[in-house]
């Protein structure tokens, strides 16, 4: 089984910056998507962000288009979601996703972000 394990999250001033990491376990990481996803107290959780298995396509979010940068590091098994420009609205517990080749999709446990005067 995929082991996801997210870091990086924290306090931060509106207009700051963070940086999550997700490292993950398994030699599958290399030939699958991966993502982001977040959820702000009493919202549905949303999509942030995808890389392709080599990294070549990146997708997002508008509302984090410009501001938010995911990239991979392949021999490392880790990505890496750089946040810039933070808001407030973008306060939320944000997931690590893995989409498998075989369409299953395998989450982290989430790391808080809040962004805060």
């Known amino acids: 089984q995929v082991q996801l394990v997210e870091s990086g999250g924290g306090l931060v001033q509106p207009g700051g910056s963070l940086k999550l990491s997700c490292a993950a376990s398994?030699?599958?990481?290399?030939?699958?998507?991966m993502g982001w996803y977040r959820q702000a107290p009493g919202k549905q959780r949303e999509f942030v962000a995808r890389?392709?298995?080599?990294?070549?396509?990146?997708y997002y979010a508008d509302s984090v288009k410009g501001r938010f940068t995911l990239s991979r590091e392949n021999a490392k098994n880790t990505v890496d979601l750089q946040m810039n420009s933070l808001k407030s609205e973008d306060s939320a517990v944000y997931y690590c996703?893995?989409?498998?080749?075989?369409?299953?999709?395998?989450w982290g446990q989430g790391t808080q972000v809040i962004v805060s005067s």
């Open positions: 398994g030699s599958i990481f290399r030939t699958s998507a």
């Open positions: 890389i392709t298995s080599g990294g070549g396509s990146t």
């Open positions: 996703v893995l989409y498998e080749p075989s369409g299953t999709t395998d």
